[in-house]
């Protein structure tokens, strides 16, 4: 199913602006950008979430509640004056949502704390994906509460987990350090026994008959706030408060006495509390990937729908937000259901307005988004992979991949490291979700007499199989069964698993066969097909987060070939994309998601859009590339320290340490230049001690190895000390400064593809200039706006400052000039068909173009790939025209014979038949967006 173009307001949706709001960055600070993202060619502000986070939250993914804008943020009257100042510029505003999951912990997350407080018998206990009755009979009716910073006795010695009283409200609640624990009403009796007070001592027996009306949700709550209030009431006086305070310190747990009440008192509780090291084997409720502040959420309940998604609707409803952007949507039991859903609320608030829905997907090479979802496509990591993976040389592949294996010894295959990977997170990081996947599929083997004695121990050996070689996020089943694309995508998960698992357990793989939607679920006894869809939406909820975690997070920071190719959407097998691939992909996009978002950047990204354009260029330099770092191996080899499992740096790290160095090597820093080369240095460093982390093979977050990695901080030291004999520092900042003006056109290419491709250009804040940033925090630095909106007021035309690219303004100035076609032209771009340009002569490999046509109109996109060769030993980042002689563009017959203007440098040329030199088109920039003049 097509999706048609969409009316989305009187603006258009022509291209996107991502910014990142946190209390640094408000609402209100994003109002005076507005004229300048209006003059810069964007149709909508696309927000970070805004709905109230985490206090400090620098990303607003983290949501406590759900009915309020973000007070960090401004609130809603921030929000409103934003709206204001984006209508007034004829701007529409996209926000992004999370529905899967809510930050919890600590204090603020209301649903959250009534859960710990009652229980199964809380308003909000079906609101969170928690297994009340776990293989564990410990935690039967109970939650695991892993906040601990140290195993639970420990903490309990410390002192530092108190019983405390609120006055205000009448409650008592354990506290650590952030994180409140509520006591339930029923068990306040065991405390207030202590007050040595006759009226608390009523209140004690009052509470403690709350017990008796736990079958009455509704009554027990009512009596509970009742007692609570008339408790604070009598807490104001002197006498109730000397006796809250005797009551208080009767659990106080620098005693022994005190810490033995407190510990019975506490093990009574609807949760128990541990420490956060064992959430990994024992948790029973579902996180967002191994995050245990982040809880999951069943949205495919209705009423959880309703509440976490009325005031966002309300918004839609208003004309504040015009569109939205689903977080994760791959958490969500019905990813399908969900999004279909949310369209038919947002079509039912605003009938005058076709929805606009955007999911983050990641798609594996060979996958494409579902059809059937009503969302406009994704956010675009798959064209963030195609328009890089089409600028790297397919040549670098086998001599950068020797290079690789000949100085790390680790294997020449990214799908090797993957599923270690995969072993490892599913052992150590994720053992729970495994196991509660494995208790789901073992309730649907006792349902069978045949298969009742199938051990839970070989489920979960059989899953891990499964889940090791599974190819793509995650399937979607539904009560029909699994579709073609889910069978193909499986088979090939259980052929693999087939190979690797124990002979013993093979029989279970056929079984996982027709549990994971090879019988129908909706052929099955409602009691069987309940087992069995619950079976299968876990095992879909924990294969996204084995992905994530183990190739995005762990794989990529292992496997260093070329890290320009280790990103978010890109599998670094795939070591480049052919021009055909990249055209493959265009027209399916204009076919089936013509709104899709095309993203270069994002919060999320590894390494900045330009680092990669540049690290592109040692595809092609890859000779030169492992001749020098051959040399800086040798070179500093004596830098590594011995360390008893092994020399520090690794080889593997020293690899990407290098990438990253030249990758990212500011324009214009001189290797002399103390205060430059420090700052930039810190940067490096803080994304080396995220990278080692991140590989989880010598240092990890949970365990990090502080002498490794002061070991690898002084090796980057050392290595570009400035009076090192070996001119380090010299030969990095040389080398960077060979690649960069290859770099540049391919970052300039990169960026014309986004904007004329099928689909909507999404600009992450600040990237209109070059952008050089690592993975976050650092590409969510702040931005120099005052310089953007100076460059893009001069209005100079881009090759007018091609001499200058060092400073970025060119890269805007494309940018801005393709942007005013798309409004110039929102139906060619937004509806446009896509055809592939065909290019002969000597440099035709180095040339990609295509045309977009509609109705009389048309566009001719031309931009440089590969250009290093070419480009020899040029600081210019442009070929002489005199270069491209006899490489020619060959049109299609309906467009031959045309007189053409560039948009981008305001030059008119001329189509010699079918043949439109190749020279003259790339005479002023290496891009060009030539219109029919």
């Known amino acids: 199913m097509a999706n048609p173009p969409r009316d989305t307001g009187p603006a258009g949706l022509r291209a996107t602006a991502r910014l990142q709001f946190h209390a640094g960055f408000t609402l209100d600070d994003a109002v005076p950008l507005v004229p300048y993202l209006a003059q810069l060619g964007i149709s909508h502000l696309y927000a970070s979430p805004i709905l109230k986070a985490r206090p400090g939250s620098m990303h607003g993914y983290d949501i406590v509640d759900h009915g309020q804008i973000n007070p960090e943020l401004g609130g809603e009257p921030a929000l409103r004056r934003l709206v204001a100042a984006l209508k007034e510029a004829g701007l529409g505003l996209i926000i992004d949502i999370v529905p899967n999951h809510m930050g919890v912990g600590g204090a603020d997350n209301a649903w959250w704390l009534d859960v710990l407080e009652w229980g199964r018998q809380s308003l909000f206990a079906s609101f969170f994906d928690i297994d009340w009755e776990p293989p564990d009979r410990s935690l039967s009716n109970r939650m695991l509460a892993p906040f601990l910073g140290a195993p639970y006795g420990e903490v309990l010695e410390s002192g530092d987990l108190t019983l405390q009283f609120d006055a205000a409200e009448g409650r008592f609640h354990a506290q650590y350090y952030e994180h409140r624990f509520p006591i339930a009403p029923q068990h306040y009796h065991h405390i207030l026994q202590a007050a040595g007070d006759p009226q608390l001592s009523d209140f004690a027996l009052e509470f403690g008959r709350i017990g008796l009306h736990q079958r009455d949700r509704t009554m027990a709550r009512e009596q509970a706030s009742a007692l609570r209030a008339a408790l604070a009431a009598r807490a104001a006086t002197p006498e109730g408060g000397a006796g809250i305070a005797r009551a208080l310190a009767a659990y106080d747990a620098t005693t022994e006495e005190g810490r033995k009440a407190l510990h019975r008192l506490l093990e009574r509780q609807h949760y128990r509390l541990a420490w956060w090291r064992a959430a990994a084997d024992e948790i029973n409720w579902r996180r967002f990937f191994d995050i245990t502040s982040l809880a999951g959420l069943r949205v495919e309940l209705p009423e959880v729908f309703d509440a976490t998604h009325e005031l966002v609707l309300k918004l839609y409803a208003e004309g504040a937000v015009d569109g939205m952007r689903i977080d994760h949507v791959d958490g969500l039991a019905d990813p399908r259901g969900y999004c279909r859903k949310l369209y038919r609320r947002m079509q039912a608030v605003r009938p005058d307005r076709e929805p606009m829905i955007w999911v983050e997907k990641i798609l594996a090479p060979f996958e494409t988004l579902r ?106 089943i539904s009560t029909g069964g699994r579709s073609a694309d889910d069978k193909r995508i499986l088979d090939w998960a259980l052929a693999g698993a087939r190979r690797t698992v124990r002979a013993t357990d093979r029989p279970l793989i056929d079984l996982l066969d027709a549990w994971l939607g090879g019988d129908p679920p909706r052929s099955l006894p409602p009691v069987l097909r309940r087992e069995r869809l619950a079976a299968a939406v876990r095992f879909q909820q924990l294969s996204a987060p084995v992905a994530a975690k183990s190739v995005e997070d762990t794989a990529f920071y292992r496997y260093g070939r070329l890290i320009s190719r280790n990103e978010v959407g890109s599998d670094p097998a795939r070591f480049a994309v052919t021009p055909a691939g990249f055209h493959g992909a265009a027209r399916a ?212 400052l091609l001499d200058h690219w060092q400073d970025g303004r060119v890269k805007q100035a494309v940018i801005a000039g393709a942007l005013a076609q798309r409004a110039a032209r929102p139906a060619l771009f937004a509806a446009g068909d896509y055809q592939p340009v065909s290019v002969e002569g000597p440099l035709a490999q180095h040339v990609l173009a295509f045309l977009r046509t509609h109705r009389g109109e048309a566009a001719l996109i031309v931009v440089t790939r590969l250009p290093a060769t070419i480009l020899k030993d040029s600081s210019l980042p442009l070929l002489p025209a005199a270069e491209w002689s006899g490489t020619d563009l060959r049109l299609p017959a309906s467009w031959k014979a045309r007189h053409w203007r560039d948009a981008l440098t305001r030059e008119g040329l001329r189509a010699h038949g079918d043949r439109l030199p190749v020279g003259q088109v790339l005479a002023g920039l290496p891009v060009a967006l030539l219109e029919v003049g």
């Not at 990214?414 to 996947?437: G, H, P, V, W």
Request: one cysteine or more.
């Open 371 to 476: 059809t059937d979802w009503s969302v406009d496509g994704t956010t675009g990591y798959d064209f963030m992979d195609e328009a890089s993976g089409v600028l790297h040389d397919p040549e670098g592949e086998a001599p950068l991949t020797a290079l690789w294996t000949e100085q790390t010894g680790r294997t020449p295959l990214f799908e090797e490291e993957a599923k270690q990977a995969r072993r490892q997170i599913l052992r150590d990081n994720l053992a729970s979700e495994l196991n509660a996947t494995a208790a789901a599929m073992k309730r649907v083997a006792m349902r069978d007499l045949t298969t009742r004695d199938f051990t839970l121990t070989g489920l979960r050996r059989a899953l891990t199989e499964v889940l090791v070689h599974f190819p793509v996020y995650r399937l979607y």
């Open 589 to 800: 996009r204009v076919k089936n998601f013509p709104r899709a978002l095309l993203a270069t950047a994002t919060h999320d990204h590894k390494r900045g859009e330009d680092v990669r354009a540049r690290l592109a260029v040692l595809s092609e330099l890859h000779g030169e590339w492992t001749a020098a770092v051959q040399r800086w191996s040798r070179l500093n080899a004596s830098l590594r320290r011995d360390l008893p499992d092994g020399a520090a740096p690794g080889m593997s790290a020293q690899l990407m340490l290098y990438q990253t160095l030249v990758g990212a090597w500011p324009l214009g820093l001189a290797p002399e230049d103390e205060a430059g080369v420090g700052a930039f240095l810190e940067r490096v460093a803080a994304w080396q001690e995220k990278a080692l982390r991140e590989a989880k093979r010598r240092t990890e977050w949970a365990v990090p190895n502080l002498e490794y990695e002061a070991a690898c901080q002084e090796f980057i030291t050392a290595i570009m000390a400035p009076d090192r004999a070996s001119h380090m520092r010299a030969e990095i900042a040389a080398f960077a400064a060979r690649i960069a003006p290859a770099g540049a056109i391919n970052g300039l290419s990169q960026a014309l593809l986004r904007c004329a491709s099928p689909g909507v250009p999404d600009l992450y804040q600040g990237t209109e200039f070059w952008d050089f940033s690592l993975v976050d925090p650092d590409n969510r630095r702040p931005v120099d706006w005052d310089a953007r909106r100076g460059a893009l007021e001069a209005a100079m035309p881009a090759a007018a």
